[in-house]
């Protein structure tokens, strides 16, 4: 029974960074129709961004946060946005899916020839220690990083349902063209989305580099794992992102303890493949009629 709990827990933990980019995913796709498949990259550049401000100029790893949250906001945020995405929206969603595809290719080659292809190491944000409750024994930075997690999503759906800026967002998202008839400006609050992925993005990064370490290829199984999430969980609920991100990171772990560490990706595969064969839109997704 301590066995179960403790996975329990750490998969959430894992589970709940999986929500934290897959929420990107969500966002992008309600407001603007994208899909960013240089997700994964959005949260290993910012890493190496920390990395550099620590290792380079000598600031502590919090300061070095924050000025990457500024980094992140202008360039993978407003820069993705403008240079990017508001050019080749225009030709259809396949060509920004494509283009997304080369801008991964492109950032990993340029982390992996800057730095290196080795692993950097990461600092921890928080002590680490073990807790001993109950004969259970429980990773502080697991409940560090929950803690974390839910405030991040607890600010944003309170951002989203009580402010006005939020407010105008969840309606660009619902449906832009009315939004824009009532004189809502729609491309202000889609770049403003892009804005909160990139932060969301590297608050993500902040949690998983110290786990998984910071290198070239982070986003790799980052962005392919929080794109599963978000599909399991409903590509059009912010609640979706959530209920898919914990499910996989807690279904991954006990196939990693219970089957094999060699099968967890695969679980989270089948996982993906049954949900979108008998609920295509996701556990907790509503569907969607696009007229054509």
Do not use: C
């Not at 002590?127 to 930075?141: D, F, M, R, T």
């Not at 967002?169 to 009532?182: D, S, T, Y």
């Not at 070239?216 to 980052?222: A, K, P």
């Not at 089957?259 to 989270?268: G, I, N, P």
């Amino acid at each position: 029974m301590q066995d179960i709990v403790q996975l329990l827990i750490s998969g959430l933990a894992t589970g709940a960074i999986y929500a934290l980019i897959a929420m990107g995913f969500t966002l992008l796709w309600q407001t603007s129709g994208t899909i960013n498949f240089a997700q994964g990259e959005f949260v290993m550049v910012p890493a190496f961004v920390m990395l550099a401000f620590m290792l380079l100029l000598g600031l502590p790893l919090w300061a070095s946060f924050m000025l990457s949250l500024a980094v992140s906001a202008l360039a993978l945020g407003f820069g993705f946005e403008f240079l990017i995405v508001r050019r080749m929206i225009r030709h259809g969603v396949l060509p920004l899916a494509i283009g997304t595809i080369g801008l991964t290719l492109a950032l990993r080659q340029i982390v992996k020839i800057t730095y290196s292809a080795e692993a950097q190491p990461f600092p921890y944000p928080m002590p680490v220690e073990v807790w001993h409750v109950l004969g259970v024994a429980v990773s502080s930075y697991d409940i560090g990083v929950l803690v974390a997690v839910g405030a991040l999503v607890g600010g944003l759906q309170l951002f989203l349902a009580r402010t006005m800026t939020g407010r105008a967002m969840q309606a660009v998202a619902q449906n832009p063209e009315a939004a824009r008839v009532l004189g809502l400006d729609v491309e202000r609050m889609i770049r403003l989305t892009f804005v909160i992925n990139a932060v969301l993005a590297t608050a993500a990064a902040l949690l998983i580099a110290p786990v998984y370490l910071a290198k070239f290829d982070l986003g790799e199984v980052l962005g392919l794992k929080a794109f599963f999430a978000a599909i399991i969980g409903g590509l059009n609920q912010m609640r979706g992102a959530l209920v898919g991100g914990l499910l996989l990171g807690v279904v991954e772990n006990f196939a990693a303890a219970y089957v094999s560490a060699q099968y967890k990706d695969a679980v989270a595969l089948a996982l993906f493949v049954i949900v979108i064969l008998f609920r295509p839109e996701g556990l907790v997704g509503r569907i969607e009629e696009r007229k054509v």
